[in-house]
């Protein structure tokens, strides 16, 4: 992995696993979610990767919700949207995509192999649930694998990459989705460059053990030489010092309240833009500079936002 000219910041600013009852700073109604954004990308981050819910918090997936954030976002502020196509495990195929197919985004998400995709943790955890809908969804992920079947990754692949011309962040939760890419890039249906997201630490995936870090790197060099650009995460606790390695080691970096709720042992981040500001420090301690929006779309190889509809 070549060390990135400039570090991307992105931030998943609400996401579908952490519910309402962990956080009351988790943004869960459109207008929340368009302020956290807002202050995330004025806090530096150049990337916003968005999921949508309902005012009671629960994963939405309707084209209608996201018309309500992305359009008001991007009337105040400069930033590259990256819609999830990850959705909920719950949702359809066709929901997962509704909100892409809309907006034809200039990055949208993308899931690289199906896998137990589990957070009924938190159960064990809340004691006070604020709506009925949270602890059975949290419990069910413990018997319903999240499915990102091959034939499900071609179809986004096409409809979103080729007839959108949207780019992707290929979300690596195992060494073999690497592979997994590495086999739609022989297809000719992934181009480089390719913005490869390691996620750590999700119960079912490769964990946030450090050395796993490296090894995702050490292959994503085999398999993609230079043509990639590298980023990492990890859920909870850990997400501050896996963004401080993927920054060290060269790449770039995710935060944000989908990931961790949390700004410190013990303490709840009270914004998505608190955890930008901290990791930005981190970043510029290190010595490396914070990429603009349009610094992202060129080394991102984006459409630009003449691309998206809205």
């Not at 981040?269 to 914070?290: F, Y």
């Amino acid at each position: 992995m070549h060390t990135a000219e400039k570090v991307i910041i992105s931030t998943a600013v609400t996401g579908s696993v952490n519910v309402p009852s962990q956080s009351d700073y988790l943004p869960l109604s459109p207008e929340e979610v368009v302020r956290a954004s807002v202050e995330a990308a004025a806090a530096g981050s150049a990337i916003i990767h968005l999921h949508a819910r309902h005012p009671d918090g629960r994963p939405a997936f309707e084209a209608g919700m996201f018309e309500q954030i992305i359009p008001p976002i991007l009337e105040q502020v400069d930033v590259v949207i990256n819609i999830s196509t990850g959705g909920s495990s719950q949702m359809t195929m066709d929901e997962r995509l509704a909100g892409a197919t809309r907006f034809s985004p200039e990055l949208a998400s993308l899931n690289m192999g199906s896998m137990n995709f589990v957070y009924s943790g938190i159960a064990d955890k809340v004691t006070n649930w604020k709506h009925d809908w949270e602890e059975p969804y949290v419990r069910g992920t413990y018997s319903h694998p999240f499915i990102n079947s091959f034939d499900r990754i071609e179809y986004v692949l096409r409809e979103l990459g080729e007839k959108r011309g949207t780019r992707f962040e290929f979300e690596c939760y195992d060494i073999g989705h690497l592979y997994s890419l590495a086999y739609f890039v022989d297809k000719g249906l992934a181009e480089p460059p390719f913005m490869i997201q390691g996620v750590f630490g999700i119960l079912g995936g490769i964990g946030a053990d450090h050395a796993n870090l490296e090894h995702m790197v050490r292959i994503a060099d085999k398999l993609f030489g230079d043509d990639y650009q590298f980023s990492a995460f990890a859920a909870g606790r850990d997400q501050m010092q896996f963004a401080t390695h993927s920054a060290w080691l060269g790449g770039h970096v995710r935060v944000g309240l989908e990931d961790s709720l949390w700004i410190g042992k013990g303490r709840l981040a009270e914004s998505n833009a608190q955890q930008v500001e901290k990791i930005r420090g981190v970043i510029e301690d290190l010595g490396r500079p914070i990429a603009t929006p349009d610094d992202a779309r060129r080394m991102l190889g984006l459409k630009g936002l003449a691309g998206v509809t809205l």
